[in-house]
């Protein structure tokens, strides 16, 4: 994931992109370096491929269809600056061979902090880099959406996800330049709580933890990475009144939309929310037609629970299997009309992986009748494909409770009103910081 700090690099605006969500760099040359630097790393320390990663390699050179694809997608990318070298005039991943040693080096790792005050740092989504370039290309598109890539996909995040809770994993804790505790990583870190840097205590008195202890008490990077905050620094909005919607999520809005349709096409550039598809066709989909959307997205800095909304009973909760590192085709190669890869990356598809990734659904019949049955839905985007649901249906929740949580990098996540619900105060588009957890995000009008 990328803290990009504009206040102290000021980018080019040759070089600069828009990155709806903040997802990777806004400058390519920071994805470069920092890719170059790990693609050195595995260079420098060769490890033999982990059997899910041989599993994978074997599945590719085995099928001829994805061995056409995975050496197709290497070659549909662009001869020319930025996709074919990094500042030093190193070139990038280069084949499917080079793919999985740096993925291999990639996944026996945890994500290190790169100091932002050297280059804008780069942390937490790094298989979003690896893939940056060839997901974007008509080939990589196909590839991407394949359900057998997207198996192997998932063993190897569930593998990786098995590292990341181990005591070794907790070693990017420390508080050197590459830790998540040095003094740059602290300060990004409250800067995307929307809390001033005024001390190198400010962490330790906002989020769970013990000062005292190695890594401040964290088990693991997973332990670090699903941290919680201190009861009393993010209230919940108005808890006696049931007209006034909490947020669910640690997050920055991405849409709102309205009059939503049943079913639409998803995957063209406007990206329609399609609710069938987005709630994986489930017979309580139908109520949804006509109503409300609102989505927002959660970086790799930002704390990563999920709290109900509302207050009500919960009547559906599940994870539902999709894809994991699938972008439209209008943001790459595969698009007839495109000259280059969208640079935003992944990010700029929010809405179409609503209906496609790996995502978690929760149905609440909330108490206010005014509400009735409401929808959650966490999605999981690149590495954050583990959505872990913490409630059980028919369990009782009262607005600001937990209700779950995302694994690993940077996320999304939507709310679902039916037609009839008249819900105003969203947060508006193009606010630049994150809406608090259980804070205030809507109001339910009569």
């Given at each position: 994931m990328v803290q990009q700090?504009?206040?102290?690099?000021?980018?080019?605006?040759?070089?600069r992109v828009v990155r709806a969500g903040d997802w990777l760099p806004a400058d390519h040359r920071i994805q470069h370096k920092w890719l170059g630097k790990h693609i050195e790393d595995a260079k420098q320390n060769p490890k033999e491929l982990i059997p899910v990663v041989r599993e994978f390699k074997e599945f590719i050179e085995g099928n001829p269809r994805m061995y056409?694809?995975?050496?197709?997608?290497?070659?549909?990318?662009?001869?020319?600056?930025?996709?074919?070298?990094?500042?030093?005039?190193?070139?990038?991943?280069?084949?499917?061979?080079?793919?999985?040693?740096v993925l291999n080096h990639t996944i026996t790792t945890a994500p290190h902090w790169t100091d932002a005050a050297a280059n804008a740092g780069m942390v937490g989504v790094p298989m979003c880099a690896i893939f940056d370039y060839p997901m974007g290309t008509g080939a990589g598109y196909a590839a991407f959406l394949?359900?057998?890539?997207?198996?192997?996909?998932?063993?190897?995040?569930?593998?990786?996800?098995?590292?990341?809770?181990?005591?070794?994993?907790?070693?990017?804790?420390?508080?050197?330049?590459?830790?998540?505790?040095?003094?740059?990583?602290?300060?990004?870190?409250?800067?995307?709580?929307?809390?001033?840097?005024?001390?190198?205590?400010?962490?330790?008195?906002?989020y769970v933890c013990d000062p005292s202890a190695k890594h401040h008490g964290y088990k693991s990077w997973d332990d670090f990475f699903t941290r919680q905050f201190r009861e009393e620094v993010r209230p919940v909005?108005?808890?006696?009144?049931?007209?006034?919607?909490?947020?669910?999520?640690?997050?920055?809005?991405?849409?709102?939309?309205?009059?939503?349709?049943?079913?639409?096409k998803f995957w063209i550039k406007g990206q329609p929310y399609s609710v069938l598809d987005m709630l994986a066709h489930d017979e309580l989909a139908d109520q949804f037609a006509g109503g409300t959307v609102y989505q927002a997205f959660l970086n790799a800095l930002s704390y990563h629970r999920w709290h109900s909304p509302v207050s009500g009973t919960v009547k559906k909760a599940y994870v539902q299997?999709?894809?994991?590192?699938?972008?439209p085709l209008f943001e790459g190669l595969g698009d007839p009309s495109a000259t280059d890869?969208?640079?935003?990356?992944?990010?700029?598809?929010q809405g179409y992986l609503t209906a496609l990734a790996t995502r978690a659904?929760?149905?609440?019949?909330?108490?206010?009748?005014?509400?009735?049955?409401?929808?959650?839905i966490g999605v999981g985007m690149?590495?954050?494909?583990?959505?872990?649901?913490?409630?059980?249906?028919?369990?009782?929740?009262?607005?600001?409770?937990?209700?779950?949580?995302?694994?690993?990098?940077?996320?999304?996540?939507?709310?679902?009103?039916?037609?009839?619900?008249?819900?105003?105060?969203?947060?508006?588009?193009?606010?630049?910081?994150?809406?608090?957890?259980?804070?205030?995000?809507?109001?339910?009008?009569?």
């Open positions: 700090r504009g206040d102290h690099h000021e980018i080019p605006d040759h070089h056409m694809y995975f050496n197709a997608m290497f070659e549909e990318i662009p001869h020319k600056k930025p996709y074919n070298k990094d500042p030093t005039g190193r070139k990038q991943i280069r084949d499917y061979h080079h793919m999985l040693e394949d359900p057998e890539v997207n198996k192997h996909l998932k063993k190897i995040l569930n593998e990786w996800g098995k590292f990341l809770q181990t005591p070794k994993s907790a070693e990017v804790l420390g508080e050197h330049g590459q830790g998540w505790f040095s003094q740059t990583g602290r300060k990004d870190l409250m800067e995307v709580a929307n809390e001033p840097y005024q001390t190198s205590h400010a962490f330790d008195s906002f909005a108005s808890p006696d009144d049931d007209n006034v919607v909490a947020n669910a999520c640690e997050s920055k809005v991405f849409n709102v939309a309205r009059n939503v349709k049943l079913r639409d299997d999709g894809t994991y590192f699938s972008e890869i969208d640079a935003g990356g992944i990010s700029v598809g659904i929760i149905f609440i019949e909330a108490d206010n009748p005014a509400i009735g049955l409401m929808a959650f690149d590495e954050v494909s583990t959505c872990e649901i913490t409630l059980k249906e028919g369990q009782h929740v009262k607005k600001g409770d937990q209700t779950g949580m995302f694994h690993f990098g940077g996320s999304s996540h939507c709310l679902l009103f039916q037609k009839h619900v008249n819900v105003e105060g969203f947060p508006e588009l193009g606010r630049k910081e994150n809406v608090p957890v259980r804070g205030y995000l809507a109001e339910v009008k009569p």
